[in-house]
C-alpha cells in the first residue's frame, strides 16, 4: 500500500466474536514442534507445519521484518536511494534486529527498459546500480540482502504504478499479464532461497470476494489460479495470500479480512506452501469502529482472532501480518501498537511459534504511518523500534559470501570491533543515546560488548536492542539475541536513556568474539 492513497472504509457491521486463545494449542503447537528459533535455523526454502514455518532443516523459523517500499512507485526503485547507499540501508536493517525483508513492486518494472530514477551516485554511492534497469536493481538488492543474513518476500503491489487496484487486475494488466509475471519472478530466483515467497497481490478489496465463486472477483479462486502456477515454475517458494476487505457483510481493513478462510481454504497442488497474511493498522491510518470501543484495547484480541488470528490459533497454517503501521503520534495507536505486539507474542516466551511480521515501514515518506527511519534517512525512530524488541527474532546465516568466524581454514580471520556513542537527545533531567557497533575485524563476529565509565552520576534508567549491567559510573552494554551476529565491515546499534542530563560523551571501548 502507497499511504498518501489511502481509502475510505466500510464500517464493521457484526458483532465481535469471542476470543479464540482457549482453544490454541500449547507453545510447543500442535504438530509437537518446540516453537524454539535455533541460532543457525534458515537455511534453505521454507516450508509449512500446522501453523508454523519451518526451513530445509525442519527447524523453525520466525519472520520479523519491514517494509521497504518504491519498486511499485514511478521511481520503479526502492526510495531512499537519493540519499544512502543500498547496502547501508540493509546493513542498518540487520543491525536493528530485522531478519526478513519485504519489497512491494508493481508490473511496470517487468516491462523492457524500465529503468530506476532518483539514485545518488556521488561520494560512490551506489555505485554497482549504475545503468540497472529496475530489475537487476532488484537483483542487486536480493543478492547483498541474502549475503546479510535477510530473507525476502516479493510482493505484487500494484498493477502498476499509478496506484492500488481492488482486483488483481485492471483493464490494462489482465490476469494473464498478471500471472505471467509472477511465474517470471518465480523463475528468476529459482535457486536462491533468499526469496524465500511472493505475496500474490496487495490489499484486496470490495468488489473482490472471498468464496462467492465468481470468477471475476473471487479472489479465494485467483489466489489458487495464480498460486499454482508460480509452484508449478519453483515449487520450493512460500505462497503468500492475503485476505479482502468484506465477508458475508463484515468489513475491515483492505487484505485484512481472512474471516472466509474457515469455509473456503486456499487449495494449493504443491503442499505446505501456504502462508495466509492480513493487514491491520492505527488511527493514523484510518478510523474504525473498535477504537472508540468502551473497552479498547482490551477489545482487540477478540478482533484480530475473529479477521485472522484463529487460523492460527486453530492450527490451520501460518498467519504473517505483512503490514501493520502508525505514526505512534496519538494515545490511541500507542495503545493499539503495544496490544498488537503483545498479541503477535513475544519471542522469548514462544520462539517461532508465534504470528510472524513485516512492519510498514522502513520508509520515513508513507505519508499516514511514518517509518522507522526519520526524515533524514538515517536516524533510527528509536520509540517506534523499541516498541518490536520482543517480537524480533535471530537472523539467518548470511548467503553465499558469508565467513564462518570458527572455520579452521581462516586462520587469519581476527575478531574486532568499535563503538561510538552519540547522544541524541539531553533536556537536562535526563537523555538519550545511541550507541553504533562496528565490526573493524576480517571476520564475522557472533557477539559484542560496549563499556564506557561516565564522569558524573550518570545512571541508565533503559536500554534496547542490548542488555546492561551498572557498576558505579561504568556500564557494560552486551548485544540482544536478534543483533550480535555481524558481517566483517557491518554495523550494529543499541540505544538507552538515563539521568541525569549533561554527562556528555564518555570513551567507549569494544570487545568481539
Not at 525512530?381 to 537472523?395: E, F, M, N, P
Not at 537523555?431 to 541508565?460: E, H, L, R
Request: some cysteine; charged content about 15%; hydrophobic content about 40%.
Amino acid at each position: 500500500m502507497f499511504r498518501t492513497l489511502r481509502r475510505a472504509l466500510c464500517a464493521v457491521g457484526a458483532a465481535l466474536l469471542l476470543p479464540l486463545a482457549a482453544t490454541a494449542p500449547s507453545a510447543h503447537g500442535a504438530d509437537g514442534a518446540t516453537g524454539v528459533v535455533a541460532a543457525d535455523a534458515g537455511a534453505g526454502y521454507w516450508h509449512t507445519s500446522g501453523r508454523q514455518i519451518l526451513d530445509e532443516a525442519g527447524q523453525p523459523v520466525r519472520i520479523a521484518g519491514i517494509n521497504w517500499f518504491g519498486f511499485e512507485t514511478a521511481n520503479h526503485v526502492v526510495h531512499g536511494l537519493w540519499a544512502r547507499d543500498y547496502k547501508s540501508m540493509i546493513d542498518q536493517m540487520t543491525s536493528l534486529g530485522y531478519n526478513t525483508l519485504r519489497l512491494p513492486f508493481s508490473d511496470d518494472i517487468l516491462k523492457s527498459g524500465t529503468v530506476p530514477d532518483s539514485i545518488d551516485f556521488s561520494g560512490g554511492k551506489n555505485a554497482d546500480l549504475a545503468g540497472l534497469t529496475s530489475l537487476q536493481v532488484l537483483d542487486k538488492i536480493v543478492g547483498y540482502a541474502g549475503q546479510s543474513g535477510l530473507k525476502v518476500i516479493l510482493d505484487r503491489h500494484r498493477p502498476d504504478a499509478a496506484g492500488q487496484s481492488a482486483l488483481w487486475y485492471t483493464s490494462a494488466v489482465p490476469e494473464s499479464t498478471w500471472i505471467a509475471n509472477l511465474t517470471s519472478l518465480a523463475t528468476r530466483y529459482a535457486g536462491d532461497a533468499t526469496v524465500v515467497g511472493i505475496d500474490l497481490h496487495n490489499e484486496p478489496h470490495d468488489p473482490a470476494c472471498w468464496g462467492c465463486g465468481d470468477t471475476a472477483t473471487d479472489w479465494r479462486l485467483a489466489a489458487e489460479r495464480a498460486g499454482n502456477a508460480v509452484l508449478a515454475v519453483n515449487p520450493d517458494l512460500l505462497v503468500f495470500v492475503e485476505g479482502v476487505q468484506s465477508f458475508n457483510g463484515v468489513s475491515g481493513w483492505w487484505g485484512g479480512n481472512l474471516m472466509g478462510v474457515a469455509q473456503y481454504p486456499v487449495r494449493l497442488d504443491v503442499p505446505n506452501r501456504l502462508v495466509y497474511s492480513a493487514h491491520d493498522y492505527a488511527t493514523s491510518v484510518a478510523q474504525q469502529s473498535w477504537f472508540s470501543d468502551p473497552s479498547f484495547p482490551a477489545n482487540m484480541p477478540g478482533i484480530w482472532d475473529k479477521y485472522w488470528g484463529y487460523i492460527f490459533q486453530q492450527n490451520i497454517a501460518p498467519v504473517w501480518l505483512g503490514e501493520f503501521g502508525t505514526t505512534l503520534q496519538s494515545t490511541v495507536d500507542q495503545q493499539w501498537l503495544a496490544a498488537l505486539v503483545d498479541y503477535l507474542r513475544s519471542t522469548s516466551a514462544y520462539g517461532a511459534d508465534s504470528f510472524h511480521w513485516t512492519f510498514w515501514s522502513w520508509n520515513p515518506n508513507s505519508g499516514d504511518t511514518g517509518g522507522i527511519l526519520k526524515d533524514d534517512w538515517t536516524t533510527v525512530d528509536t520509540v517506534k523500534d523499541g516498541y518490536l524488541a520482543s517480537i524480533k527474532a535471530a537472523g539467518f546465516d548470511p548467503g553465499e559470501g558469508g565467513t564462518d568466524p570458527e572455520d579452521p581454514e581462516d586462520p587469519g580471520s581476527t575478531a574486532a570491533c568499535a563503538a561510538a556513542y552519540t547522544v541524541t537527545s539531553d533536556w537536562g533531567s535526563g537523555f538519550n543515546a545511541d550507541v553504533k557497533v562496528t565490526n573493524t575485524g576480517t571476520t564475522a563476529i557472533t557477539s559484542w560488548k560496549v563499556t564506557w565509565t561516565w564522569p558524573g552520576a550518570q545512571q541508565v534508567t533503559s536500554m534496547w536492542n542490548a542488555s546492561y549491567t551498572q557498576s558505579g559510573a561504568t556500564v557494560t552494554a552486551a548485544n540482544a539475541a536478534h543483533n550480535g551476529s555481524v558481517a566483517a565491515g557491518g554495523s550494529a546499534s543499541f540505544g538507552f536513556g538515563g539521568a541525569p542530563g549533561g554527562g556528555g560523551v564518555p570513551s567507549v571501548s569494544c570487545t568481539a568474539a
